[in-house]
T-cell receptor
Framework: QKEVEQDPGPLSVPEGAIVSLNCTYS??????FMWYRQYSRKGPELLMY????GNKEDGRFTAQVDKSSKYISLFIRDSQPSDSATYLC?????????????FGKGITLSVRP | EAGVAQSPRYKIIEKRQSVAFWCNPI?????LYWYQQILGQGPKLLIQ????????DSQLPKDRFSAERLKGVDSTLKIQPAKLEDSAVYLC????????????FGEGSRLTVL
């Protein structure tokens, strides 16, 4: 079992749809949870950052972390064509053996006008 | 503020040849990372530097890959000899702190090995 599993894609939705992206993980030491967005032929950029459990909202984006289920989600409301990109979940633990940032495979989202 | 700079953006080589990639991190970022991203996969950490010391190189294929960060600023990643499976995008990233901080990525160096 991989440390971080991400729902396979690709995903295509119409403009205005609500998008749900999910990752599961196996390492209970993970404490930092992030979502990176990667446009084609660009490097990843941080979209959302959560420490430990809970929800975080930023505009049209909401990140949720459920440590009891080892499950994280990213919701995009009112999706726009500019949201078309690959979304990578990433997570790490506290300083020590689990501090390396581990990425999921990524899911490619396409928002149709 | 200038971002992470990488060069070259694209490189095509034959197998068994050598290649080097260069990275200049954001000014003041003590932590520098090299990631390998194979098509359709997430980035995989190759090596992490804190200043000019290596923090983690557990996934670096040391028989063919080497990296250095002289003077704790810019860094070079070298592959010698290259194999077909080294075809990937090599991403450099930097951060202010070594754990739990935001990583700022460069645009990557795309390597094709023929």
């Amino acid at each position: 079992q991989k440390e971080v599993e991400q729902d396979p894609g690709p995903l295509s939705v119409p403009e205005g749809a609500i998008v749900s992206l999910n990752c599961t993980y196996s390492n209970s030491a993970f404490q930092y949870f992030m979502w990176y967005r990667q446009y084609s032929r660009k490097g990843p950029e941080l979209l959302m950052y959560t420490y430990s459990s809970g929800n975080k909202e930023d505009g049209r984006f909401t990140a949720q972390v459920d440590k009891s289920s080892k499950y994280i989600s990213l919701f995009i409301r009112d999706s726009q064509p500019s949201d078309s990109a690959t979304y990578l979940c990433a997570m790490s633990g506290l300083p020590g053996a689990n501090s390396k940032l581990t990425f999921g495979k990524g899911i490619t989202l396409s928002v149709r006008p | 503020e200038a971002g992470v700079a990488q060069s070259p953006r694209y490189k095509i080589i034959e197998k068994r040849q050598s290649v080097a990639f260069w990275c200049n991190p954001i000014s003041g970022h003590a932590t520098l990372y090299w990631y390998q991203q194979i098509l359709g996969q997430g980035p995989k950490l190759l090596i992490q530097f804190q200043n000019n010391g290596v923090v983690d190189d557990s996934q670096l294929p040391k028989d063919r890959f080497s990296a250095e960060r002289l003077k704790g600023v810019d860094s070079t990643l070298k592959i010698q000899p290259a194999k077909l499976e080294d075809s990937a995008v090599y991403l450099c990233a930097s951060s202010l702190r070594p754990v739990g901080g935001e990583l700022f990525f460069g645009e990557g160096s795309r390597l094709t090995v023929l």
